[in-house]
């Protein structure tokens, strides 16, 4: 199975290492979330990817070969910085794109009117971009994306600035794109959205990935904790070996089985909670993709985050 | 996986400039800038054509019988600035038709004993002048041969006599005609390029400041981008440059101001092309690039100031001393110089004052320039354009940093 392959990417501004050994993939029908704080790296890496930007070090990979023009004519992009041109009108800007992405005029203007119609703005075809809304300027940008064909997308925060309806529909896009195949990349700060989305994800700070696999695979964490809705008093848990009391308030008691306690500790848990008392729930406890980014970009040294990526590039 | 996606150099850089010509051929600005003037060239033709239809020349018929005198005639107006066609016709009543056709001004019908003329209404005053000059001439001849002299050498002596006059500083000979195309050539050339390379400046900041050129080169490359705008602009240029000189070439035969002038208006016009070309190729390279390091419209004329000098400098210099002075040291030297050449070389064809090999050198030096543009602007374009934010530095997009 193909796979968009980034390896060893360095970079830097100046003074600034913008990235360090930037690794990752994303293989065809794959929804890759990239998650990191502003600056991190994550739109240098779509820009290297896209050819905008050059690369110090390492390489961008389609199906085991270094990606060239040709290749890179075939990636639906939307950058970070959204762009069109203001005083042209929307069709004629789409099969502009989609011809300089290889298409003749006929499969040009075929795909625009396809794709204007998915997207709702087949009404605003003949309008100037700049006198849409801000919403319907962002359906013409994600259009703009797709509008060639892609076989691979790269979306630089493609939810930033949408309504909770065009939210919707770009969701829908990405995962119809993705379900015919294709590998999809996108950048957000919305991590709920990434862990609804997201096949996979990878949190990057200062330039390299620190985390990086499925959401299931990555909310497990070394220590397992549990919720337990029952005994009003915490001390019933005090008694399980290996076990200890993170937080109490009220009726729920969290409790964390260290990492080397035996598999069956849940029963024993359990077993404790129970004979002091009725319990009501009794649910593991994973942390969310916002807990581990919090965890994993608090490790962040504060130097790394003066330069942000736009004022560098 | 999918179809087949290569884009040659010069599809993509044919569909730039196709965005670019069909963009700007339908804005309101060219149109109404390209009207104005075909409008405002038409109409100086015809003023021109009002103001100055004295200087055509006056036709004279001349019967078979003072046929003798038509030679004289022609050399008595020569002698007192006016300038005079005869012809010959059979017999008075073929003269009077002409008369009153209007193909004649004056009619004459005989020599002697007294000049005798016949007119529609009454005759010019110029004609007058040399008719009457004509008549002293005549009666001087005939005083001449009662006194046994020699009426024809009396004749010539007394039409050739000429005060010698010494000019301190020769000025050589230009008509009107040479000076007002060498004029407008200059004034055409200028407007035409600094319109077109103000176009190329503004395209290339619009697509930095709406953000599009990240998109664009995520499919072109840099050079390719600025290539297609560049030819785009210079095809709209050109196409706005044609109408207008055609417009001026088509009201100066017309209208027919030009007949008495020596002037090839075809080859001037032609010429004025040849170096818009070479003009806007040279100034639109350097625009582009400059243009590339700022993100603001505003910020346009700090990068282009010194450009737009380079223009003026010789605009200035072409039409206020060129037209006078073809062979001032300034005009001379700077119809070479690359970027002055486009405003002062065709002024100088216009009036004539070139010889081919110096058109041919001149040429020559802007067009051996261009290359090295190419690839000074290319890489400067390629530095700047996707540095988003404040001013890039020359010497940064130079090096490549």
Request: hydrophobic share 50%; no cysteine; net charge negative.
């Amino acid at each position: 199975m193909a796979s968009l392959e980034i390896d060893a990417l360095n970079k830097t501004y100046g003074s600034v290492r913008a990235l360090r050994d930037m690794t990752f993939d994303v293989r065809a029908g794959e929804i890759f979330g990239f998650v990191g704080s502003n600056g991190a790296g994550k739109s240098t890496t779509m820009r290297i990817v896209l050819g905008v930007l050059a690369q110090d070090s390492g390489e961008v990979r389609w199906d085991s070969a270094p990606l060239g023009p040709d290749t890179r004519r075939r990636i639906g992009y939307m950058p970070e910085e959204r762009g069109l041109y203001p005083r042209m009108k929307v069709g004629e800007q789409l099969v502009y794109l989609a011809r300089l992405h290889g298409m003749d005029t006929a499969a040009a203007r075929a795909s625009m009117e396809r794709w204007t119609e998915t997207l709702g703005i087949e009404e605003r075809r003949g309008d100037e971009v700049l006198k849409l809304s801000l919403g319907n300027q962002q359906r013409v940008q994600l259009a703009a994306a797709l509008v060639h064909e892609p076989d691979i997308l790269v979306l630089d925060e493609p939810f930033s600035g949408l309504d909770p309806v065009a939210v919707d529909v770009m969701s829908g896009v990405l995962r119809e794109q993705a379900a015919a195949g294709r590998p999809v990349v996108f950048s957000s700060h919305q991590l709920e959205l990434v862990e609804r989305l997201s096949d996979r994800v990878g949190i990057v700070r200062a330039g390299s990935m620190v985390a990086l696999g499925g959401i299931d695979e990555l909310r497990t964490t070394e220590h397992r904790r549990w919720a337990v809705d029952g005994p009003p008093d915490s001390s019933w848990a005090t008694g399980v070996p290996q076990v200890r009391v993170v937080e109490s308030s009220g009726t729920t008691t969290v409790v964390e089985a260290a990492g080397t306690g035996p598999d069956d500790v849940d029963q024993a848990v359990l077993r404790a909670a129970l004979a002091a008392g009725p319990v009501r729930e009794f649910s593991l406890v994973r942390p969310s993709l916002t807990e581990l980014y919090r965890d994993v970009v608090a490790a962040e040294a504060p130097a790394d985050q003066d330069e942000t990526e736009e004022g560098a590039a | 996986m999918s179809a087949d996606r290569s884009l040659g150099s010069g599809a993509a850089i044919r569909l730039v400039a196709g965005r670019e010509i069909r963009t700007r051929l339908a804005s309101k600005a060219f149109i109404w800038l390209t009207l104005a003037f075909v409008v405002i060239v038409v109409l100086g033709g015809l003023l021109f054509k009002l103001t100055g239809s004295s200087s055509d020349p006056q036709q004279v018929a001349v019967t078979a019988d003072a046929a003798a005198v038509a030679d004289q005639v022609e050399a008595t107006a020569t002698g007192v600035g006016v300038e005079v066609v005869t012809r010959e016709v059979p017999d008075r009543a073929a003269g009077e038709k002409l008369l009153s056709s209007g193909d004649a001004d004056a009619l004459v019908v005989a020599t002697s004993p007294t000049l005798e003329i016949v007119v529609k209404q009454d005759l010019s005053d110029q004609l007058g002048s040399v008719f009457g000059s004509l008549a002293q001439q005549l009666a001087l001849s005939s005083a001449v041969t009662d006194l046994g002299g020699d009426p024809a050498e009396v004749g010539k002596a007394v039409a050739t006599a000429a005060p010698t006059v010494t000019a301190l500083e020769p000025e050589p000979e230009r008509d009107g005609g040479q000076i007002a195309a060498g004029v407008i050539v200059g004034i055409l050339l200028f407007i035409a390029l600094m319109n077109a390379g103000q176009l190329v400046a503004q395209g290339v900041v619009e697509e930095k400041t709406s953000r599009v050129v990240e998109l664009l080169l995520a499919t072109l490359r840099p050079w390719q981008l600025m290539a297609g705008k560049v030819l785009g602009i210079g095809v709209v240029g050109l196409v706005q440059l044609v109408l207008i000189v055609g417009a001026a070439v088509a009201s100066s035969l017309g209208f027919g101001v030009l007949d008495s002038s020596s002037l090839d208006v075809g080859a001037i016009a032609v010429w004025a092309l040849v170096w818009f070309v070479v003009g806007f190729a040279m100034f639109a390279l350097v625009l582009a690039a400059l243009a590339a390091l700022v993100s603001r419209q505003e910020d346009i004329g700090s990068v282009t100031g010194p450009v737009i000098a380079l223009m003026i400098v010789p605009y200035i210099v072409g039409i206020s001393i060129a037209p006078y002075d073809p062979e001032s040291t300034i005009v001379v030297v700077m119809s070479f110089i690359p970027f002055a050449a486009p405003f002062i070389m065709p002024i100088r064809q216009a009036l004539g004052a070139v010889e081919g090999w110096e058109v041919a050198v001149s040429l020559g030096l802007s067009i051996a320039l261009i290359p090295v543009l190419v690839w000074l602007a290319g890489r400067v374009y390629s530095n700047a354009v996707l540095r988003a934010g404040g001013r890039v530095k020359l010497k940064d997009a130079l090096g490549g940093r």
